[in-house]
């Protein structure tokens, strides 16, 4: 299985290799909407599906669009393998069939509009290899009384409309992401780290919170405890954390958070000083034998009037390193390793998801906030962790000037903008194709609509438009 975001463990028998399981090729046929940023001229780009491909076992299947959290695994029941995704916007969880040569050839959908509830952001395929249990984590993020569900991949869709595989144990907040650490660092435990997607506001003090679920048996979603992360002098104002410098951190307990309602979680991590993070997105932790520890996070930022700073949040967005402690996991190191804010519109503009590999953190802008100073589109960035150097690795292909493409791709009339389009999870597939360095890209193309794209898990709860894409890119660097 390959879970949403990156796995650094390809196959190697005899000091060589293993053979590519599948071929891969363009199986859309929408061109790719991304394209490699000097100095990456070498990846290899092509399109898994997209929102107007039909596939050949379910002719009626529509890719909803904003296709976010994701996860890939063997199909047990054929020689093929299967892509789990969320449709943000669309509350809906997608099952793509795909046939041994990664061909998408039927689709449906495992959660609907009315299962959902809320707009499903990132997610994580939790997995026995690596995890310790199985299940399709997904987070809700529409306010504060949000949940995570947790879904069998190969659930029937008999149950897509089913609300009741939420995880109360999990808290309640406007969430992007719930990430397992994997089994080799978790001791027979869980622990899952939860970003709150949350601006400050009068009626919302607490803003956004990095928050961890921590239970004493491996898998557990029903009986643990919930901690929110607080520095140890208790200073809780963010931007009194400055990149270069370390900061002790430690996870304080919001007690029976399973009976609480989101509103009284708030009030429970301003009681507990825990840090006022500027919408806390995605969650990912290091690959590789026994660095599970060492977590990273988005604090993607925020302003009232996308010109000025709101008071102690990061405006522009940032990344964090937080290091947890081998002998005490609720104690850790915390340490801001890319920001935005120091360099308006030039650097990063918020940071959305990561895909965090053994040796690089690839950091996803979600530009759409569409503050006047920014001066490039959604990019994603790759962070070297040995030489804490950055630099632009992918950009969107809006083609401005190429009348044809702004009359196919920009029916909302909004991709003159910078940071139009957004990305979603980029997920490692080496191990699934047998293709060393591969990975899956997911694109929100939010000006790119039509009436065919509406309602595509049937369930009438959204009336969204929006299309969307997925492509695979080789010879990333991990």
């Known amino acids: 299985m390959a879970m949403h975001s990156c796995k650094d463990n390809d196959k190697i028998e ?7 399981i599948v071929t891969l090729e363009n199986y859309s046929k929408e061109p790719a909407f991304v394209y490699a940023m000097p100095g990456f001229e070498h990846l290899k780009v092509t399109t898994l599906i997209s929102s107007s491909d039909q596939l050949s076992g379910t002719p009626d299947f529509v890719f909803a669009g904003q296709p976010d959290g994701a996860g890939f695994m063997k199909d047990p029941n054929s020689d093929g393998f299967l892509m789990i995704s969320n449709h943000e916007i669309t ?3 997608s099952r793509v069939y795909l046939d041994k040569n990664f ?17 499903l952001c990132s997610a ?12 399709f984590l997904t987070a809700g993020e529409s306010g504060e009384e949000s949940m995570v569900h947790a879904l069998d991949p190969l659930a029937s869709v008999g149950q897509r409309s089913d609300k009741t595989r939420v995880k109360p144990a999990l808290g309640k907040a406007s969430m992007e992401n719930a990430v397992p650490l ?9 622990y899952i780290l939860i970003g709150e997607d949350q601006s400050y506001s009068s009626s919302h003090q607490s803003a956004g919170q990095l928050i961890m679920y921590v239970a004493d048996k491996q898998g557990d979603l029903e009986n ?5 992360l607080k520095r140890s002098n208790s200073d809780y104002t963010e931007t009194n954390m400055k990149k270069g410098s370390s900061y002790d951190v430690e996870f304080v307990e919001i007690p029976n958070a399973k009976n609480l309602t989101g509103k009284e979680i708030n009030k429970q991590n301003l009681d507990n000083q825990a840090i006022r993070f500027s919408r806390v997105e995605d969650v990912d932790y290091r690959k590789g034998q026994g660095n599970g520890r060492e977590i990273y996070f988005t604090a993607t930022g ?18 964090y390193k937080l290091n947890l402690d081998a002998k005490d996991m609720m104690k850790g190191k915390l340490e801001v390793i890319a920001e935005g804010d120091s360099d308006p519109g030039q650097n990063l503009i918020n940071p959305d998801n990561l895909c965090v590999t053994e040796n690089y953190v690839y950091i996803q802008e979600d530009g759409d906030s569409y503050y006047p100073a ?3 589109d959604s990019y994603i960035w790759q962070y070297n962790m040995a030489t804490k150097v950055y630099k632009p690795w992918l950009n969107m292909n809006h083609k401005r000037d190429d009348a044809d493409w702004q009359k196919n791709y920009n029916q909302s009339g909004n991709l003159n903008r910078f940071g139009s389009w957004e990305f979603g999870a980029m997920t490692d597939v080496s191990d699934l194709v047998g293709i060393p360095n591969t990975f899956a890209v997911n694109i929100h193309s939010h000006t790119w609509q039509h009436d065919k794209f509406a309602n595509a898990d049937g369930s009438g709860a959204v009336s969204n438009k929006e299309g969307g894409q997925v492509v695979l890119i080789r010879d990333v660097q991990k």
């Not at 643990?224 to 929110?228: D, F, R, V």
């Open 14 to 20: 005899g000091g060589e290799e293993k053979p590519p």
């Open 91 to 93: 509350q809906s969880v």
């Open 103 to 119: 061909k998408p050839v039927k689709g449906e959908y495992i959660m609907d509009g009315n299962g959902g509830s809320t707009r």
């Open 124 to 135: 994580t395929l939790a997995t026995p290899e690596e995890h310790g249990f199985s299940a």
């Open 182 to 190: 994997p089994k080799d660092v978790s001791n027979g435990k869980t």
């Open 224 to 228: 643990g405890k919930l901690y929110a």
């Open 302 to 319: 925020q302003s009232s009037d996308g010109t000025n700073p709101t008071e102690g949040l990061t405006m522009w967005g940032r990344v």
């Open 374 to 376: 920014a001066k490039h």
